[in-house]
Structure formats: C-alpha cells, structure tokens
C-alpha cells in the first residue's frame, strides 16, 4: 500500500526528474522553411488545429480557435512567423512516416535510459508556432517527450500533487466533462522548474506533471510525442472511472491511496464506461473566430460569428 500523503508529489511512471537529451533529428531537414511548406501543402485539413491565446494580468487565458482558409504551406508559414499562433499538426505518425521512423528511433534511445520506459502505444504532433507566444498551464494524460527542431522554447514544469494539480479537476479532463484548463495561479511559478529549449534537445517530465511553454526566440518547432504505458493507461483509466463514480454521488479514494490490483479493476471498469461514453461529452465545439492571412498584419483575419 502506497503511504504517500496527498501533499506530496504522486512521482508516477518512469520519469521521475524532467530531463534534457539531444535527440539527434536533422532539424534542418524536417524543420526548414522548405519541409515545412511542403508538409503543410499536403496535410489533411481534419488533422490540423490552428489556435491563438491570450492571457490577463492574472495569468489567466482565453483560447481563440481558426482555421487554414485557402493559405498554401508557404503563405501558413509566413502567417506563422508574423502572428501569435499554434498549429498542430496531428497525427503526424500517418502523414509524415520518414520523419515518424526517425522519431520512434530517438524515442527508443531516450526511453532506454530509464528503467521501465515501455511504451505500448504512441502518437505524434508537430506544433508550429508563432515567435513569443505561449502554451497555457496544463497536463497531458500521457507520458511525453517533446522533441524541440527550430527556434528556442521555454518549458515551465510543476510539481504534480494536489496544490498544483487537484484531483478533481484531473478526473473532469480525463472524462472531457469541461473544456477548462487547471486552475492556474501566478504563485505555482516560484515551484517550476525551467528548461530553455534548442533544437537538437529533447525534454521528457513525469507522467502528469503541468507544465506550460513559453516561446523564447524565433519561430518555433517541435514534435510532441506522447506514449502510454501500461501505467499511464491504468491510471488514466481510473481517473475515468472516479469521475464516473463521483458523478453517483460515490467518493472514490485519492489515486495516492490506489495501486496493484485496485488500480487494474478501475482500468478495466473504464473500458467499457468509456466505449459506452457513459459520461458524454461536455465539450462543445469550439467555434472558428478567424482565419489565416498572410497577407493580415497579425497573419490572421477574424471572422464574423454567427
Ligand atoms: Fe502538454
């Protein structure tokens, strides 16, 4: 029985320290304005997100959503470079295959430096982004190594436990019962650790772990790549299944207090929770405010909303 108390950092999955590697990818060739253009030329429209923030005095953020219009792979980057903006590129394991191989042979050599770094599914995005702008705080219901290719990021990471990340709000991501990001106060930055981020860097955190990106210098490139675990996979799974009992009425216990095989029955109690998609889905869709414009002194052009 794990005796943690809730304070403390719940130190879940391999990483247990947020660590640096170098990755080795050729930045040039799969980061240059060339590559990208190309890419961007032939990528599915359903694949791709484009968003802007922005935040208050407070740290506070509000997302805009856009989309793509009839701008080319060269004019989205231009768009890119003059704006505030983040695209992803999702499911860049399917649309970019060469780039994915090299990949998953970095990853190989970055998890082989852990013990028990066994991933058992993993899924990738290339994020894009405008120089100086911002990710806001949030977690990611996976493992992740991001794999930094053009201009230099700043990544803040906090401590996973209740003070930075309550559990609640962990389950309500989890089950996509809100589309808010985790409360978020401008006290957490005395707890981050920072990382300044070049190409040729990789950087890996603990499984949860919030975290939030600051772009330092330059457009900027990276290939997010994030892994389950069999851990990872059970213990996202329980999240599930808490919120599912907490919305009965029940109280599940704190995941500091669940391990073996409490831990496997939630998992397993989730699958079919999930297939059934008993918790719905509160999640509406974002509606598209405007569309890119390389042409637009921001890169970008709002539109009207209906
Ligand atoms: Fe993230």
């Known amino acids: 029985m794990n005796t943690r108390s809730m304070d403390e950092p719940r130190q879940l999955g391999a990483v247990r320290n947020s660590t640096v590697h170098s990755h080795g990818l050729d930045v040039s060739a799969y980061s240059g304005d060339a590559a ?3 890419l961007l030329d032939r990528y599915p429209a359903e694949l791709i997100d484009v968003n802007q923030y922005s935040y208050d005095a407070a740290g506070q953020v ?3 959503a856009g989309e793509r219009g009839q701008s080319s792979g060269a004019e989205l980057l231009e768009a890119i470079g003059k704006g505030r903006m983040w695209i992803n590129l999702r499911g860049i394991e399917d649309v970019w295959p060469e780039f994915w191989e090299a990949a998953s042979d970095a990853f190989g050599d970055i998890a082989s430096t852990y013990e028990d770094m066994r ?3 993993r899924a990738g995005q290339l994020i894009i982004s405008s120089p100086g702008t911002r990710v806001p705080y949030h977690f990611d219901a996976s493992g992740v190594v991001l794999f930094h290719m053009r201009g230099i990021k700043r990544m803040f990471v906090y ?5 930075h990340q309550p559990e609640r709000a962990m389950e309500g991501i989890v089950a996509r019962r809100t589309t808010e990001e985790l409360p978020y106060d401008l006290a957490f930055e005395q707890d981050a650790a920072v990382f300044e981020l070049h190409p040729g860097e990789a950087l890996a955190w603990p499984l949860y772990a919030p975290h939030r990106v600051e772009n330092v210098d330059g457009l900027c490139v990276s290939l997010s790549m994030d892994y389950q675990t069999w851990e990872s996979r059970a213990r996202t799974g329980a999240l ?3 919120a599912f009992l907490r919305e009965r009425g029940l109280k599940p216990p704190s995941m500091h207090k ?3 095989a409490g831990l496997a029955l939630r998992w397993l109690a989730s699958l ?5 998609r008993v918790l719905g889905n509160n999640i509406v869709k974002i509606p598209r ?3 890119v414009d390389a042409s637009a002194q921001n890169g970008m052009r709002l539109t009207a909303l209906d």
């Open 36 to 38: 990208l253009a190309a």
């Open 62 to 64: 509000t997302l805009m």
């Open 119 to 121: 991933a058992v599914k």
């Open 159 to 163: 401590p996973s436990d209740e003070a």
């Open 240 to 242: 599930y299944t808490h």
């Open 258 to 260: 669940v391990s073996g």
């Open 272 to 276: 079919p929770l999930r297939r059934m």
């Open 289 to 291: 405010q405007f569309v």
